[in-house]
């Protein structure tokens, strides 16, 4: 059984910029891919990033290619988002997740844990 815990979220003006950050406790995220994913109102939860088991690659959702980045430190077992360039559309609850398989990790299907999510809201 893997908790997660998402910190980081709050309000910004487009432009600038946040960093998410996820904790770990229970097992250690190094057997696991981890991904951020995001739902805004009236929305399905969607892919935002994934990074694989030792943070060698990654995979970010068109949309914020370029603007965001994820990483992870499998010894403080924590996950990361880091967020540039925001704009109003990036306005969502963002979560974090981990997969214990061998997939893509770009699908909410794939994974096992969640956190209970992170507001990030962005002015326009």
């Known amino acids: 059984q893997v908790q997660l815990v998402e910190s980081g979220g709050g309000l910004v003006q487009a432009g600038g910029s946040l960093r998410l950050s996820c904790a770990a406790s229970?097992?250690?995220?190094?057997?696991?891919?981890m991904g951020w994913f995001r739902q805004a109102p009236g929305k399905e939860r969607e892919f935002v990033a994934t990074?694989?088991?030792?943070?060698?690659?990654?995979y970010y959702a068109d949309s914020v290619k370029g603007r965001f980045t994820i990483f992870r430190d499998n010894a403080k077992n924590t996950v990361h988002l880091q967020m540039a360039s925001l704009k109003p559309e990036d306005t969502a609850v963002y979560y974090c997740?981990?997969?214990w398989g061998y997939g893509l990790g770009t699908s909410t299907h794939e994974y096992d844990y969640w956190g209970q999510g992170t507001q990030v809201t962005v002015s326009s």
């Open positions: 997740a981990a997969d």
């Open positions: 229970g097992r250690t995220i190094s057997s696991y891919i």
């Open positions: 990074i694989k088991r030792n943070g060698g690659s990654t």
